[in-house]
């Protein structure tokens, strides 16, 4: 190994590595940069490469802050953060750690969604693992470098249905690069157990096709029986390469992404973090909008927009934490209506098999006043089931138009809106908007972040219901106990982790989520109840004695960005 870290006698971190001068300093994980320390630079051969002067990380972390900021744009941004993370991870997750809130939107959503559409022009150095279909023979070979040894991660794409923007192609690996940017910074996984990887199975966007620039395969994209086979030969090729590794399924088509998911987690520990991440983060935000407006449960009149893979995942989510808080499953069922581009998801109209459970009969919507039963309308479902509870998974801006928000503010005192769709433009409602039309008092969500809104004369900052609040720590608990499997029940105990730490528990009007600066505490609780759940169903590899011990492994898997001494060995 050339790299290795270990523990003094006094149980501090150091480093111990062969490798000096150019090699050390172009090694993006372990480079200093002008903080090699003058012992340092003599012993590593490194004065001369440097300039002379010695900084402290925090700061170079302020002067990175200041030249950040003084950026034209936020794509910008982007590109000049990417670009520490090539040189220096350590100072790419230091940035972050200072200045989260800030930097989150410009490293993940909204920024990451124009990211992908430009990468092919961005592109300025490799990171993870571009597979394509014409090099599917070669993904052992592919997977094989010494670099990745410590690989526990991983996300993997095929760009097809990146955020609310459609196929991305090769593109869509910004995606990938940038949720593992949010493990390691929200959670501590260490950069090097991480690796994004990207499914390059063609593109039908032609667009990309006939940019002379773009840098994926150019092809359309690869369907049925040679896809399948596609995916199944990376699935095995990494079990082979790295047996103990959680792979996590990012951003694919609506046709794929429930199919893939249920074909291979039980082959592999895996999850999909648009299903049931995002189930978990949204149902998390609404245990405790439900408890802010002073609803019961069994008065909640549910209505999803979007009845795609993510909002068929929330729905289901949704179902189990209304059983859990005593509903049966049929009358939870019976709450919740799910709408798509052909109106109310009824038996007079064409659906999918994982919407039947929530498909609606005639009988239930006899006395409905209904323009036409084949092509139910969004307002007219609100207005029939007095909704008061609404989420936007459709990306499909401005749906949520001032008639249906007024509709839902009649309905109730607090009406609960979550325009979840991403990037802004394809936002539901914008919450300036629906605070205006319900004089203040929706209690709102959104899957972007959005700037200040006025609340009765006073800005007020809006919920990001982000998944970051949930995958990092999730996937923490996991590895730390080497888990299996990643099972259902651990998002919905993941989101009433989350909804425990919710400051509206202590004043209604607070926000539904903590604020993100407190994420790594958060992602800590997180996974100290997922890795309980894992030993107590007999899926974890790591056996745990009591509470204490496990608080101690999970601490410990928590990477940290700060400079540790390095030593040379075998001068």
Known sequence: MRFEVKLDKNNNQYLETKTFGYDLIINSRWNKGTSFTSEERDLFALNGLIPPHVFSLSEIVDKRYNTMIDKDSDLEKHIYLRAIQERNETLFYALIDKHITEIMPIVYTPIVGLACQQFSHI???????????????KIDAMLSSPYFDNVEVIVVSDGERILGLGDQGAGGMGIPIGKLSLYTACAGIAPEKTLPI?????????????????????????RGEEYENFVDMFVVAVKRRFPNVLLQWEDFAQSNARRLLDRHRDQICSFNDDIQGTASI????????IKASKLEAKDLRVVIVGAGSAGVGISNLLVDYLEYTGLSKSTAYDQIFLFDRNGLITENVES??????????NSQIKKWHIHDKNNITLLEIVNNIKANLIIGVSAQGGIFTKEVVTEMALNTQHPIIFPLSNPTAKAEADPKDILEWTNGMAII?????????????????????????????????????????????????????????????????????????????????IAIRVAKEAV???????LIKNDDELVTLIEKNMWKPVYIPYTRINL
């Not at 999918?352 to 009969?361: E, G």
Request: with cysteine.
């Open 123 to 137: 592109y300025r150095q490799p990171r993870g693992v571009f597979i394509s279909y014409p090099n599917r023979d």
């Open 198 to 222: 990207l499914l390059d199975v063609g593109t039908d966007n032609n667009t990309l096709l006939e940019d002379p620039f773009y840098i994926g395969w150019r092809n359309k994209r690869i």
């Open 282 to 289: 949204v149902v998390s935000a609404l245990i405790s909008a």
């Open 352 to 361: 999918l098999d994982f919407q039947a459970k929530f498909i609606k009969t």
């Open 445 to 525: 969500g959104t899957g972007t972040a959005f700037p200040l809104a006025s609340r009765n004369g006073k800005m007020v900052r809006i919920d990001q219901v982000n998944n970051c609040y949930i995958f990092p720590g999730i996937g923490l608990g996991v590895l730390s106990v080497k888990s299996s499997v990643v099972t259902d029940k651990m998002f919905l105990i993941a989101a009433i982790a989350l909804a425990e730490l919710s400051p509206a528990l202590d004043d209604p009007t607070n926000n539904l989520l903590p604020p993100l600066g407190e994420i790594r505490d958060i992602s800590k609780h």
């Open 536 to 542: 107590s169903i007999g899926v974890a590899k790591v």
